[in-house]
């Protein structure tokens, strides 16, 4: 359900439903599920030879950035986006009351996310999905100081873009750059990569709009902070013990194997190419048959109204 919100996101405003359905069935079924087999659990096979994750950062946030990508330049931009339309008609603006609501909710409901993402031993203590050894308290303010970084580089971009989306932005991205090493960082190692971890994400908003892809949101917050929080981790717990499982011996020993910057790049090479090699093989099939992208009358109209007969903004009743 979370990577169809995801990809649902991203393609909000024009895509057809029936090629969003197909989307999310297929690629929760398939691509998703092997990314996770690969690197998530401490026993995964790129654990357990030293690939690093804690809440998601391979199998959530990279696949889903890199699909949001391949997705949305497959789609093209919304009309209006970078030129102006007949109709003088162009994307919906951000309701910054409804973004502020949506990331205030995540903010809350991500410190229990993270600490489902472990193993909690009696009489023994706390361990993260990967066997590193780890702790509650540790694991909650590495994501508080998180919030603290990319919420101060947020306001920032904000301040200097005169753009408040990045206000909102700026924790998530935060948070996302720490994801892989929240449960192996010190609190000051999290606050310093988490500062960057908005930076990461304006660049790479950026880079899609000189591309000219339009996907101003799950691109940018997922791809760019996901991409660097991956890497940075691989020196943040350089030499850490990982994988494995409790009382297993040899090849899943626990705790045999160790953390280092090439697994990390090898589990981001991999996670990428997954992901934009599925994205490739299931929408441009769908694009050249049934299609992905609505009547430009119906985005026009927009699809809340064309599909269900309602419109969300008051300005348009």
């Known amino acids: 359900m979370l990577i169809g919100a995801?990809?649902?996101s991203s393609g909000l405003e024009r895509m057809k439903r029936s090629s969003l359905f197909i989307t999310c069935f297929v690629v929760a079924l398939i691509p998703w599920s092997f990314v996770t087999y690969l690197m998530w659990g401490s026993a995964s096979?790129?654990?357990?030879?030293?690939?690093?994750?804690?809440?998601?950062?391979?199998?959530?946030?990279?696949?889903?950035?890199a699909w949001s990508v391949i997705m949305n330049w497959r789609l093209g931009p919304r009309i209006g986006t970078f030129e102006e339309h007949p109709s003088r008609s162009g994307p919906v603006p951000h309701d910054l009351g409804?973004?502020?609501a949506g990331v205030l909710i995540l903010m809350f409901a991500i410190p229990f996310i993270v600490l489902a993402s472990g193993f909690m031993v009696p009489g023994v203590g706390y361990f993260g999905i990967s066997l590193t050894t780890s702790g509650f308290g540790i694991a909650l303010i590495n994501?508080?100081?998180?919030?603290?970084?990319?919420?101060?580089?947020?306001?920032?971009?904000?301040?200097?873009?005169?753009?408040?989306?990045?206000?909102?932005?700026?924790?998530?991205?935060?948070?996302i750059s720490v994801?892989?090493?929240?449960d192996i960082g010190t609190p000051w190692k999290c606050l310093l990569v988490s500062i960057f971890g908005p930076v990461f994400a304006f660049a790479t908003y950026k880079v899609l709009w000189r591309l000219r892809i339009d996907d101003p949101k799950i691109g940018p917050l997922t791809l760019g902070p996901g991409l660097f929080g991956a890497i940075v981790a691989g020196f943040v717990g350089w030499h850490v013990k990982t994988g494995g499982y409790f009382g297993l011996t040899g090849t899943y020993g626990f705790q045999h194997a160790r953390i280092t910057p090439y697994w990390q790049l090898v589990g981001v090479g991999v996670t990428l190419g997954i992901a934009v090699i599925s994205a490739l093989v299931l929408l441009v099939p769908m694009e050249?048959?049934?299609?992905i992208r609505v009547p430009e009358g119906e985005e026009l109209t927009g699809l809340d109204q064309t599909t269900w007969g309602v419109s969300a903004y008051s300005s348009a009743n």
């Open 143 to 175: 994501v508080f100081a998180a919030y603290i970084g990319g919420g101060l580089s947020g306001a920032l971009i904000s301040y200097w873009q005169k753009n408040p989306i990045w206000i909102l932005f700026g924790p998530l991205a935060g948070y």
């Open 6 to 8: 995801f990809l649902h």
């Open 179 to 182: 994801s892989a090493l929240a």
């Open 98 to 100: 409804q973004v502020a």
């Open 288 to 291: 050249k048959t049934i299609g």
């Open 45 to 65: 096979p790129l654990t357990n030879r030293g690939v690093h994750d804690y809440v998601g950062v391979f199998n959530l946030y990279l696949f889903v950035g």
